[in-house]
């Protein structure tokens, strides 16, 4: 399991937002019958927009190398990481699968699902190598949210979903196609730990990337109508 970032602690205390007023501790608080200050610039991108309203989750069978380079997973995984993140606890984080490394993993996942499941056909002793060996790169995101802090259990565990979907967007936006699974080896603990997933973390997802091989229709979509209250006293 990976060690925590050593200042994450420290970072928690000194910036964190204050559990109780949902402000960050320094900023001036602000009177309720005080008039707002006046909005700034915020840069807006029709192109970003227009990505995200067409965004499809791809499937396994769609995702074809090229993947992305080392600078493009970075800077996916650094887009990943730009999430609410209450406490700055960084209850979350990323383990990579790419080249040989997922037909290592696949194989030793293989070894443990026939182990478990003894009776296995013979054509299903390969599936999770033909699994992870789909998709380009596989990024594992691990949520790992800390019982012991104010900040409540689900809300990190919502950050590490956060993550999961920024790095979706990233991809998308760099031109590349993904899907979000959570299968047996997500699942299950004595596979998790084989991919180094700690007793006490737990898969949030797993995000396949790679180059688009087709472009499948939309899904139906719910009308906001059926998804959308607005709250009246």
Sequence with gaps: MAARPPDAAASAQAGAPDAGSGRHHGAP????????????????SAEMLALLERRRS???RALVPPGPDNAALERMLAIAARVPDHGRLVPWRFIVLEGEARRAAGERLDALYLAQNPDLAADKRHMWRDYLLRAPVTVVVVSRPDPAAKIPVLNQVLSAGAAAMNLISAATALGFGAQWLLKWPGRDKAAAALLGIGATEQAAGFIHIGSPAEAPPDRQRPALEEVVTRWRP
């Excluded at 608080?29 to 807006?44: E, G, K, L, Q, Y």
């Design 58 to 60: 791809l499937p396994l």
């Design 29 to 44: 608080a602000r009177a309720a019958d005080a008039p707002p200050p006046p909005p700034i610039p915020a840069p807006s």
